[in-house]
């Protein structure tokens, strides 16, 4: 059985704009399902629609194998989490916590006391009870709206942005802490963001939205290495794409002619010779080519059974910066093309005016659809 | 979506229960019941939610039109037709169609030496009316902008809280104890004449009113607080960066005012003159109490015809007359200034204008939000002009003074003149408490020393006491009627699509814009018919709708500002949508309507004139027993009554205040 599943759930407002396009996702129980996508790619009414803040135009919501496609937000037994938090202002923390569950009316006082306490030792937040929302900080206030969502004991977790308006120290802090907590009580959750990086460290499963649409379904690991459409590719991370035509395809292996440089790339999907298509490079995948200290560290990302060939650039470094633990390197081709590189952090010595020749697996070069 | 909801509920709800072990720990059973019955729920209620919605749409909008159209509009609609009726002379008048009411009102006097033609009397009082409200409004914007210009740029927030709510304070007191203020001091034996004589520039006592002059003081008195806080919260709004780019650029203070501030106030500057003069328009009080006969303006025309001559008709065409006045001046606002109707009249102007403006002001907030739906304006009329040009001659004045000699002459220029103005709003009052106390028998001023009398007279006279009474219950039933009717209307607005929910809006704001005679005359006429009038019920509904606009404007915008997020978390949280507007959204709108409630008890506490067309007689209230106490001469009973009824305002006010966790703050 599944959490929540979503049957070619379609959304029209009513000024006619199709904002859900259809998408069918099933959701486990106890995972934690990301959905991401730019501003506007139809992520949060898909959420809502969860919620019961959005009807759906067509299609099926169930959550706990009941369906609630038309069932009122109060009737779903989800916990959301907000981006702004919403917490009411009027109530203090405890009240806060308590609404829920005086909410359902199946809890005796003394029930509700303890749970709130509970909830406040969950998200350890001990003894603030008695402030206002408005006393504590943006962090605090994170973990109260999660206290609340999750005190009347959902089916699921609904999480709307809700990190996007904090700092980026709390924020990956509380992507750390959310995770444990989900984990912690088992509870299936959808998040919504449109931030890469916490759809890529939060989740079991991702699906990428665009349009209106799931571009693609996955764990991180699969979706980021193996993206099935250039938006994918584009979208989380960063990506070398290098648009041409298959001239060949043998052993496995495509050869892609991509006007000034032709490159092999590993074949996951049919493609035959003459097909218009993408490469996709991560800019991991490159090593330095000259036979110096860059190279030592470099293997194929499926563990060297580089059974292709490899594609050589050489160009000029235009632009160096450092990543922490990784530096980033752009280059210019000599067929003026811009190609982005990141290797370990390192004493290279490289810098910005260096000609230096890179070169890319087969096995690391992945075929989008053009 | 029927059958299927229930297979899969059967079905799956036990799994359910085993698959989210930690969930399910302390409540599996529960769990499980409630997902059944929570789907049942749903699917009983899916037509139903939506049939419910509909229906529940037209449910909450009939109660407030109910009130507005049936009881308001129609039969102000139907005063339009009773002018037309044929008045039978000695009060009795019948179905008809005549423009006889009309000739009379437009009827022209024939002389025999040029021009030849001359207006006849309701047309030359009917103009005279128009020039009075002219008039006040230019002296109101001519005094109040400097005061709201101090107020708004001062830096210490205690003493720009005490003026304000002097300002503010100074609206809660009938217009009838006002005018009496004025009498006392305009009066032959009053405060000026006493001084005068005293000072030996007056050989003799000589009375001030009743005549022109001392009915634009009284008018200006009463209006300028209007003014004040419109072009206050206006000033205020005008970001103090702007001041400070200009001076950055080299302007000085006159003409970073002359350049940025007054520009920018325009707005403040239309909406100020175009809400003083629409009330000085349909002022009856004043002009009754502080003109001489000669300026009997149309109210005071309007109100004889019903009162003294019993000719209806007659009343309803001067009434119809100066509804197009002011249809004709809200017209030509519309058109010199670009604002829509829709705005003038209401709803979505109250989110735009009212609220910015409400965020920088602090002891105003409900007025200015108030005044927020009397509409935002572009340019104002030729006023502007007057007042840049007077600007720029003290501008050129001051040039040639040095920099700094010059801010220094121009501000204690003008704290000179603020605390001038201020004592103008502030000294009438005073001296009505400082009568209050006079042993004499007669008005005279100063007090010749202390006496309580007039205190025990007012609490043993039973006359004062029902009036004190029936003032509190007709305020206190009519500011529940009136949130009711501006409340719901609001809620219903915001919460469902309506195709005519413009028009609706402008049912919300309509009763004010008429002048409050022309609605005592329609609901008379109404309530004569219904045999309800002369009784303290008609009274409650005449003041509950016409101060109904009231809470609709604040809980309008009181809704406006809530973040839905907050109703959305409640919902998810399990709250049914009744339980979501009684634990969320009345808590976070409850300021909004408890102003509302009181802005409506106040001013229906203090109104005369529907109150006393519609007592008939027959009821009596603190205003109506002063201003007929006023026939007799200035009884310094009067003053007292005047102090204990201002001093249970203030403490009513307070009281509702506290109860209510410090609204105004």
Not at chain 1, 335 to 342: K, N, P
Not at chain 2, 27 to 55: H, Q, V
Not at chain 2, 369 to 389: C, D, H, P, W
Not at chain 2, 611 to 622: E, G, H, M, P, Q
Request: proline share 4%.
């Amino acid at each position: 059985m599944s959490g929540i599943s979503l049957a070619g759930v379609k959304k029209r407002y009513p000024g006619g704009v199709l904002a859900v396009k259809g998408v069918d996702i099933d959701i486990e129980s106890g995972e934690f399902v990301t959905l991401v996508g730019p501003s506007g790619c139809g992520k949060t009414t898909t959420l809502r629609t969860i919620a019961g803040f959005e009807t759906p135009t067509d299609g099926s919501v169930h959550i706990d194998g009941n369906e609630v496609t038309d069932a009122p937000p109060y009737e779903r037994d989800t916990g959301m989490v907000f981006q702004d938090f919403a917490l009411f202002p009027h109530m203090t923390i405890h009240e806060n916590i308590a609404y829920g569950m005086e909410a359902d009316g199946d809890y005796t006082t003394e029930e509700i006391d303890a749970r709130v306490e509970e909830m406040l030792e969950l998200v350890e937040l001990p003894g603030v009870g008695d402030r206002t929302p408005d006393q504590l900080s943006g962090g605090q206030q994170q973990r109260i709206a999660l206290a609340r969502a999750l005190a009347p004991q959902p089916k699921a977790l609904l999480l709307d942005e809700p990190l996007a308006s904090l700092d980026k120290q709390l924020r990956e802090q509380m992507q750390v802490e959310l995770r444990r907590i989900q984990q912690e009580i088992g509870i299936t959750t959808v998040f919504v963001t449109h931030n890469q990086e916490e759809a890529l460290t939060m989740s079991d499963r991702l699906a990428v939205m665009n349009d209106g649409q799931f571009e693609q379904v996955g764990p991180p690991e699969e979706v980021y290495n193996d993206p099935n459409s250039r938006f994918v590719a584009d979208f989380l991370g960063t990506a070398n794409i290098f648009d041409g035509t298959v001239s060949s395809v043998e052993n496995g292996y495509a050869m892609v002619d991509c006007d000034d440089v032709s490159i092999q790339a590993v074949v996951q999907n049919g493609v035959s010779a003459g097909d218009d298509t993408s490469v996709v490079i991560r800019p991991e995948r490159f090593r330095f080519d000259d036979g110096t200290a860059g190279n030592a560290d470099v293997a194929s990302a499926d563990g060297g059974t580089n059974a292709g060939g490899t594609t050589v650039f050489e160009g000029e470094i235009t632009f160096k910066r450092h990543l922490g633990s990784s530096v980033e390197f752009h280059l210019e081709t000599d067929s003026g093309r811009e190609i982005t590189v990141v290797r370990r952090s390192g004493m290279d010595k490289r810098g910005p005016g260096d000609r230096v020749a890179v070169s890319v697996a087969a096995d690391d070069c992945r075929l989008v659809g053009a | 979506m029927g059958s299927d909801t229930d297979t899969s509920a059967d079905t799956d709800t036990t799994p359910a229960t085993e698959a989210a072990p930690e969930l399910v720990a302390d409540g599996g059973t529960a769990t499980s019941s409630d997902a059944a019955s929570g789907s049942d729920a749903t699917d009983g209620g899916d037509s139903g939610r939506a049939g419910l919605k509909a229906r529940a749409k037209w449910y909450a909008l009939s109660y407030p039109l109910f009130w507005l159209v049936a009881v308001f509009f129609i039969p102000l609609c139907l005063l339009f037709v009773f002018s037309f009726w044929v008045n039978i002379p000695g009060g009795q008048y019948e179905f008809g169609f005549t423009f006889e009411n009309y000739l009379r009102f437009v009827s022209v006097d024939f002389t025999s030496s040029w021009p030849f033609i001359e207006p006849g009397l309701y047309l030359s009082q009917m103009w005279l009316t128009i020039e009075l409200a002219l008039v006040t409004a230019i002296f109101s914007l001519l005094l109040g902008y400097p005061i709201a210009y101090y107020l708004a740029r001062m830096d210490r927030p205690w003493l720009r809280s005490l003026l304000l709510i002097t300002i503010i304070s100074s609206l809660w007191v009938t217009y009838v104890i006002r005018a009496y203020a004025w009498q006392v001091i305009l009066a032959s034996g009053g405060v000026l004449s006493s001084i005068g004589v005293a000072t030996g520039i007056l050989s003799e006592p000589q009375s001030f009113y009743p005549g022109y002059w001392g009915l634009v003081v009284g008018m200006v008195y009463v209006f300028l607080p209007f003014m004040v806080l419109t072009l206050y919260s206006s000033i205020r709004n005008i970001d103090g960066e702007l001041l400070e780019a200009s001076k950055n650029l080299g302007a000085g203070s006159v003409k970073t005012f002359r350049r940025v501030t007054l520009p920018l106030s325009k707005n403040g500057i239309t909406s100020g003159t175009a809400l003083v003069f629409i009330l000085a328009l349909g002022s009856y009080v004043l002009p009754r109490l502080l003109g001489s006969s000669a300026e009997r303006t149309l109210p005071v025309l309007i109100e004889q015809q019903i009162m003294s001559e019993s000719n209806y008709p007659f009343a309803a065409a001067m009434s119809i007359g100066l509804i197009l006045v002011v249809m004709v001046f809200l017209w030509a606002l519309i058109r010199v200034t670009n604002v829509t109707a829709g705005s003038l009249g209401g709803s979505e102007e109250v989110a735009t204008d009212g609220g910015s403006q409400q965020a920088g002001s602090t002891g105003t907030s409900p007025l200015a939000k108030v005044r927020g739906g009397f509409g935002n304006a572009a340019s104002a009329i030729g006023l502007t002009a007057v007042a840049g040009q007077i600007g720029s001659a003290i501008d050129s004045v001051v040039t040639r003074v040095d920099a700094n000699t010059r801010e220094s002459v121009i501000w204690v220029t003008f704290r000179v003149y603020v605390a001038a103005a201020m004592a103008f709003i502030a000294v009438p009052l005073a001296i009505i408490i400082a009568v209050s106390f006079t042993p004499e028998q007669f008005l005279t001023f100063p007090p010749g020393g202390f006496s309580m009398q007039w205190y025990v007279e007012f609490f043993t006279s039973e006359s004062w006491m029902v009036a004190l009474v029936n003032s509190f219950a007709i305020a206190g039933a009519a500011a529940l009627l009136s949130t009711t009717i501006g409340g719901g209307l609001a809620f219903a607005l915001d919460r469902f699509d309506y195709k005519w929910s413009s028009i609706y809006g402008t049912f919300g704001v309509l009763p004010i814009l008429v002048p409050p005679v022309i609605i005592g005359v329609a609901f008379l006429v109404f309530f004569l018919e219904l045999g309800i009038a002369g009784s303290r019920t008609s009274i409650i509904v005449a003041h509950g709708i016409f101060y109904a606009p009231f809470p609709f404007i604040l809980v309008s915008q009181g809704l406006d500002e809530i973040d839905r997020t907050y109703e959305e978390a409640a919902m998810n949280l399990g709250a049914s949508s009744l339980r979501t507007l009684r634990t969320i959204t009345y808590p976070l709108i409850r300021a909004n309507v408890i102003s509302g409630a009181l802005f409506a008890f106040i001013l229906s506490l203090n109104e005369y004139i529907i109150a006393w067309l519609l007592s008939l007689f027959l009821v009596n209230t603190i205003p109506i027993e002063i201003f007929n106490s006023l026939r007799y001469g200035y009884s310094p009973t009067i003053a007292a009554a005047s102090v204990v009824f201002i001093a249970l305002t203030v403490v009513v006010m307070t009281a509702i205040d506290r109860f209510s966790g410090g609204i105004w703050e």
